[in-house]
């Protein structure tokens, strides 16, 4: 008769250990258990890069890396992509429902009341030298704001905690805008209620001289969509570093301002960067072969390439490159796409690709349709980490909120020196 129980057998001491299995997981404690003798700290696993660890329990997203399943909430991200808005998919995300109406409209009320950023922020973002990284204007800038909102520090009032996930989602856009403009020399263009949130941010990021910003309608829906298909992605670095940083019972601010700074860096959000100055560095489709060739000596990664989870064909990536079509039409065909799209349809048909199981994921379209938009590379993980937010912010309630939660901390395999005795400078 099968039994969710794991049986384990030490055989350094012959002692049999019954420990039960689920959700598919054995609880990591119950290897404490195992022991040789009375002074022994018990059995851990070792598991860099938390490969195999769950860290938590979850409702919010369901991942399948062999299918190339994406659900926020139960609903698939293709149904999402193609009905819903990114703030309406936030108010999934947060509060695990679709909204009815009057939710949807009240909750776009209040997200839009929060667009404005205090004076004093703005002449903070002033203060960085021209040619500074918009990710770490933002990741700053972030962690700025838990200076301005000190009750956000009442993490555990369910009404103040409220209050600061819409004041993220409100200012995310408007701190990533003047982010842009700084790095243009352009004045900052405060942020106009009467458009959407995507529509407002456009015109917040380009707006000139004239006195309404003309928002393309085909561009405002691609980039809501980006901002839908980035909205979460279960434990992921940036994800896991909000929830770690959230169990210190640290205000959403900074625990936002380290789960951006995890985003930043090229594994992660920072891809999409990277694919634009790889493909920019190919150059030309006949360059490709030697590109490969390179990648496959393991020499350099194929950025875009290859996902943790996903060892089949990211489901975001095959909504990307539709939005993409739509993009050029509007924008003209950026001519990095042929080099993309030809390095893909090689790669498809490799077998050290195939192999490995890498295939095109989020970012390796991500980044070419930014660019149509004009968008500086510096720029690209910004616009990733403002879907991102509604995914951290649900993340870190869920996170708080579960009571089998604890501060994050590890444990560690130390392999270094036993006890030395100090020698003084002048003996060494
Ligand atoms: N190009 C070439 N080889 C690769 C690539 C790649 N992009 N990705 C993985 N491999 C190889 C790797 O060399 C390794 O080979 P071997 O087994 O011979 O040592 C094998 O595939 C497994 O790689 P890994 O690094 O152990 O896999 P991982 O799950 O730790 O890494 C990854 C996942 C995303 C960091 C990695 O695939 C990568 O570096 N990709 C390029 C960067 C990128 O596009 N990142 C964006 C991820 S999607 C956006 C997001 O969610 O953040």
Redesign the pocket.
Known sequence: MSKNVLSITDQRTGQQYEIPIENGAINAMRLREIKVDENDFGLMSYDP?F?NTASTKSTITFLDGGKGILRYRGYPIEELAANSTFLETAYLLLFNKLPNEAELKQFVHDVKHHTMLHENTKKFMEGFRYDAHSMGMLVSTLASLSTFYPKAKNIHDPEKRKLQMIRLLGKMPTIAAYAFRHTLGMPFNYPDNEYSYTGNFLQMMFRMTEKKYEVNPILERALDVLFILHAD?EQ???TTTMRVVGSSNADPYVAAASAAAG?YG????G??E??LRMLREIGSVKNIANHIKR??S?E??????????YKNY?PRAKIIKNIADQVFEVTGRNPLLDIALELERIALNDE??IN?K?YP????YSGIIYEALNLPVEMFPVLFAIGRMAGWLAQWEEGLLDKEQAIARPRQLFLGDEKRTYVPISKR
């Open positions: 890069g490969k992605h992921n670095c940036s985003l090229p594994l992660h959000g891809a999409n990277m694919v990648v496959k393991g350099i990664r194929l950025m875009g390439f290859g996902h943790r989870v990211d050290y690709f490995k890498l994921n989020v970012d390796f």
